[in-house]
């Protein structure tokens, strides 16, 4: 039996259970329903049809979707109707009246669908609906049936076929009308010479470039650097550090995808940084070597040079003979920005149409273009992603890339996008890999002031006199280093350089850099242009003081410093605010103009995506911020030097990330207050902050030109951190354990502040060099040798002294090591240099130390790499070498360097066969595993050398190479758990067992497994240093299952029975942290 639907002409399934929704549905107006279904499908047939027809395709094609749907419910996932009923009548009728299921379900009636998308309306069901579908339901299934059902309503109903007939009628002679209008020629060379035109002058306009003309003068490709990146398939650094809070409203949003657990999130940032750091130009190499790469999404922050990636990229296409480059892949790039708004305003109707009628450099013609693209013969670059503003555009922009990539799967697709905003799932399921732009290298940045220079300047003199001027300003600076990480802020540095110093003090530079930044802000002609507010004068000032107001606004939240975040809201209150006190009339429309004219281009404040707004670099915010506390305590007085010290500097110095602004504020007052603050943070008691407030009391006192009106306090801070550099404590520890480090970073850190806040005093050389040759801890000798060699590289003694100093026979190996690496690494151009190292290498032990040989020898393979002599030199001493230790570094450079080399491999093994000393053969180990992964033969050797090899260190390292390289292979597992329970040595067992529980960590079986480690190993120690495998499993217990019911009664257990000392005080310790 079948029951009227009268609205629509359609009988309703009796055994339906979703038939209220239809009934609910045929109540309404259902035009605007209709509109929207079949918009994707019918376009100038919608008003010309029948309403009666289209209607009643609609309701049948919604009662066999339900019905789908229910059946998959019903016999999939075994749930009774009532169950059906109960848990998803609510969510069905939501999810089918959502503005992308709608024209999706109507995509099915569109000539040659043969299916419609799956994973999209699984993904909206997700994000949507409340209930979840349960495991068993799958979506390809229904989308599948749901076509074949479609396609049978349209074969049953004549009238409705005459509609799509029609439809498709009018579509053919749209293009043939189209096609007659355009020459048949494909022409490339016009669109070469359209891309040089667009985009071969480097865009300067969010600049100041008023003092000198640089139009024509800068190509792209004459002053592009190709960056790093780093792959980020699932965490994005940026994205964590967000406020909780603007997580919360980007998700209510949908420009941030459902919140992950935290230990997920650890385990996504541990693989994040675990991925080697790549050059970009490599990366795209692949695109063309491996199908894994053929889709990529490159992210990164405002000013970080991803569109002038894809601009390098299509404009080196572009300047070839085309003769040369007529069979290559074209390149494609595509603003989404523009595509988005001739779509919206129906001048395309999608990407292929696009460069056939869109606003774009040189028109293709589809049809020809569309045979590049089936023979997979194109790059396609969709340039920011994020500058498609509104979420529900953003999302269709992205279902247009996906469905162009299943149209046309041999392409290469790179998609660009700002980070905040950025929802990665949809590409991700997409299989678009995706990578981070990293900051410029200072390799890098130095490459692009040689060549901005080269380029810009004429007279020589003047040329290398600039050129040298920014390069020290950025190498003697930390926080103007960083700044020069991003390629916006280094040309910007860059055109400042030109006619200016760079200051010394960071306030004036960052003061002067900010009005290279504002200047384009123009927003006095932006208002011109809008008729409904009035002409107003809002000059650099005005804009300067908006900004501190922002900067302060932005400390004050959730992560303030930390985040560099401020919400769209929050934005245009503080802009209405502050318009309001200068008299502006209509503050809030201004308000809201200046803010559209951040998310068109970038100034010093710019848009991140996701209603968001930032500092184009967070030097910026830190700047601001430092001058909104100055101009409180010099201009309105709010602020005491009293509330200076106790409000700012007392609640702010134990916070690293607010290090910056204080130290800004102490060089932009007067000596005298900068003075008062030192001694305050002198007073404090800092030894739980690892002494951090007299680090920072030196960083400051570093701002300070003249030390002469405070010249008692800088004495007093320098006896301080005189003695911190014989700092420890007052009992035993362990060199491996966390008070050793404790120890290490707080001697070596107050080295350094000696050398740097100190380096024009004369005394300071001296002392360090002291301290170089006294009986001091290893590393604070080590980090006085290379404050030395870095902060006095120019004084004329300094070289003469490392180099005797690396024959005196010093104590450390470490420090010998580091002496011969400061030698090259700050004189390595001179032509002495190479002949030195070769002396060194071939010395005989009594001359030179042998761990001063084997960094010689490490230095040598590393810097001089191409040299011809190099592989020869390093295959002499891997054999012949008298010194352990030097045949140790031969075979860890042969190894890491060479080991494509047809005798690498042989010299490997023979070392680990014949060599005399255990540290040459676990070292050679360790090369088998790096360079010979693929060789068949290597498996079976480090299985052979894990179980019978005599030298602990030898299995030792067996045991990690096929924990890390072979996890996979079926004797692995068993292997490793051999070596952990039986091994003789303590040191192998404890191995074994920290590589299983690493490897195999979220097995069911692991806690019972680590369980029998903590009870049952055999370990007796010796020696204090060493490490007992009980109390190693007992750590990763602690770590893995911290809340588990075993927990607590393990380590009470240990506690009282364990036969060894050690490990009953750690269980005790631990014991107490947890409260217990």
């Known amino acids: 039996m079948v029951e009227p639907w009268t609205a629509l002409g359609v009988f309703l399934l009796k055994d339906l259970v979703f038939k209220d929704i239809l009934l609910e549905l045929g109540k309404g107006a259902l035009e605007d329903y209709v509109k929207d279904f079949f918009k994707d499908c019918i376009k100038g047939g919608i008003e010309s049809a029948k309403p009666r027809v289209l209607k009643k395709a609609l309701g049948e094609a919604l009662q066999q979707f339900l019905n789908i749907v229910q059946d998959e419910l019903e016999f999939e996932c075994n749930l009774s109707g009532a169950e059906i009923r109960d848990g998803y009548e609510i969510p069905i009728e939501k999810f089918i009246k959502h503005q992308e299921v709608k024209p999706l379900l109507g995509q099915a009636f ?185 889709y990529l999404v490159i992210l990164g922050d405002p000013g970080s040079g991803k569109s002038i990636f894809l601009q390098y990229l299509a404009l080196n296409w572009a300047r070839s003979p085309l003769d040369n480059v007529i069979e290559l892949p074209i390149p494609l790039l595509i603003e989404l920005r523009t595509y988005n708004r001739d779509r919206n305003s129906g001048d395309c109707q999608d990407l292929l149409e696009f460069f056939h009628k869109g606003n774009v450099i040189c028109r293709l013609n589809q049809h020809q273009l ?385 050398a740097k806040t100190w380096q024009d005093d004369p005394e300071t050389p001296v002392w360090l060099k002291e301290l170089a040759q006294s009986d001091s801890d290893a590393s604070v000798v080590e980090t006085a040798v290379q404050e030395l060699a870095l902060a006095w590289k120019n004084h004329p003694e300094t070289l003469p002294w490392l180099k005797a100093y690396a024959k005196s026979g010093i104590s450390y190996w470490i420090v010998q090591q580091r002496v011969v690496q400061e030698i090259v690494r700050g004189w390595k151009d001179a032509p002495e240099t190479l002949s030195w190292l070769k002396t060194c290498i071939q010395s005989d032990n009594s001359e030179f130390d042998k761990f001063a040989r084997e960094a010689a020898l490490e230095q040598l393979s590393r810097v001089w790499k191409n040299e011809s002599e190099t592989l020869l030199f390093l295959k002499a001493h891997v054999q012949k070498d008298s010194s352990w230790a030097v045949r140790r570094g031969a075979v860890r450079e042969l190894a890491k360097n060479w080991k494509d080399d047809p005798d690498t491999s042989s010299l490997l093994k023979q070392r680990v066969q014949f060599d005399e000393d255990s540290a040459v053969r676990s070292e050679a180990v360790h090369g088998i595993v790096f360079s010979g992964k693929d060789n068949p033969d290597t498996l079976p050797l480090l299985q052979q050398l894990a179980q019978f090899d005599k030298d602990d260190s030898v299995r030792c390292a067996a045991v990690k190479g096929i924990a890390r390289g072979w996890k996979d292979n079926p004797d692995t597992l068993t292997l490793l758990k051999q070596k952990a329970q039986s091994d003789e040595d303590w040191y192998v067992r404890g191995t074994a067992t920290q590589e299983i529980a690493h490897g195999w960590k979220d097995e069911p079986w692991m806690l019972e497994f680590l369980c029998d480690r903590a009870l049952n190993d055999p370990f007796n120690r010796k020696y204090r240093w060493e490490n007992n495998p009980r109390q190693l499993a007992l750590e990763t217990i602690i770590k893995q299952y911290p809340n588990h019911p075993q927990t607590i009664p393990l380590l009470r257990e240990r506690a009282e029975n364990d036969s060894d000392e050690q490990l009953r005080e750690f269980a005790k310790k631990k014991l107490a942290e947890l409260g217990e």
């Open 370 to 754: 569309q045979e590049r693209l089936k023979a997979g013969k194109v790059l396609v670059m969709f340039d920011g992603l994020d500058e498609v503003f509104e979420p529900t555009q953003r999302e269709k922009v992205i279902t247009d890339i996906h469905r162009f990539t299943n149209e046309y799967p041999k392409v290469r697709v790179i998609v660009t996008s700002r980070i905040i905003g950025y929802k990665p799932q949809r590409l991700r399921d997409a299989e678009f890999r995706h990578f981070l732009l990293q900051d410029l290298e200072s390799e890098q940045v130095q490459d692009f002031i040689y060549r901005w220079h080269k380029l810009t300047f004429t007279d020589e003199a003047d040329k290398e006199r600039k050129q040298e001027r920014l390069q020290r300003a950025i190498d003697t600076s930390k926080a103007i280093g960083e700044l020069a990480g991003n390629p916006l802020l280094l040309t910007m540095m860059a055109i400042l350089n030109r006619n200016q110093e760079l200051p010394r003090d960071r306030p004036e530079l960052y003061n002067q850099a900010s009005r290279v930044l504002l200047h384009q802000w123009d927003v006095e002609r932006k208002l011109l242009e809008d008729p409904r507010v009035d002409a107003v004068t809002i000059d650099y000032k005005d804009k300067q003081a908006m900004l501190r107001q922002i900067a302060y606004h932005m400390q004050a939240a959730d992560k303030g410093l930390a985040g560099n975040l401020i919400r769209g809201d929050d934005l245009e209150r503080i802009l209405i605010g502050y318009l309001k006190s200068i008299e502006v009339s209509n503050p809030r429309s201004v308000a809201r103009l200046l803010i559209e004219q951040l998310r068109g281009r970038n100034f010093i404040l710019c848009f991140l995506g996701g209603d968001s707004y930032g500092f184009v670099h967070r030097t910026f915010l830190e700047y601001f911020c430092a001058w909104e506390s100055v101009w409180q305590f010099k201009e309105t007085q709010n602020l005491s030097i009293e509330e200076l010290k106790t409000e700012v500097f007392g609640k702010h110095w134990q916070d690293e990330s607010w290090h910056e602004v204080l130290r800004l504020i102490a060089g932009m007052i007067d000596t005298r207050f900068t003075g008062e603050i030192i001694d305050y943070l002198i007073s404090q008691d800092g030894e739980a902050e690892k002494f951090s407030n007299l680090f920072l009391a030196a960083e400051c006192l570093a701002e300070v030109r003249n030390l002469s009106g405070i010249a008692t306090t800088a004495n007093k801070l320098l006896e301080l951190l005189k003695g911190l550099t014989k700092y420890d404590l007052n009992y035993y520890y362990r060199p491996d354990k966390e008070e050793a480090k404790l120890v290490h970073e707080i001697s070596t850190q107050a080295v350094a502040a000696v």
């Open 110 to 294: 569109a000539k040659d669908c043969r299916t419609i998308e799956g994973k999209q309306l699984e993904r909206i069901w997700q994000q949507h609906c409340p209930q979840a579908m349960p495991t068993e339901f799958d979506w390809h299934g229904v989308a599948k049936e749901y076509v074949k059902e479609v396609k049978r309503i349209i074969k049953q109903s004549p009238e409705l076929r005459g509609v799509l007939e029609l439809e498709l009628q009018e579509s053919i002679e749209k293009h043939t009308k189209e096609i007659a209008g355009i020459s048949p020629d494909f022409n490339l060379k016009a669109y070469q010479e359209g891309l040089q035109e667009r985009y071969a002058n480097l865009n300067l306009d969010s600049l100041d470039t008023s003092v000198y003309d640089y139009r024509e003068k800068l190509k792209v490709w004459q002053v592009f650097v190709a960056q790093n990146v780093r792959e980020c398939q699932e965490f994005l650094p940026q994205v964590y550090e967000i406020p909780k809070e603007h997580q919360r409203r980007l998700r209510e949003s949908n420009e941030l995808e459902a919140e992950v657990d935290l230990e997920a999130w650890e385990r996504y940032k541990q693989a994040y940084y675990d991925k080697p750091i790549r050059p970009i130009l490599d990366v795209i190499n692949e695109i063309w070597q491996y199908d894994s790469y053929r």
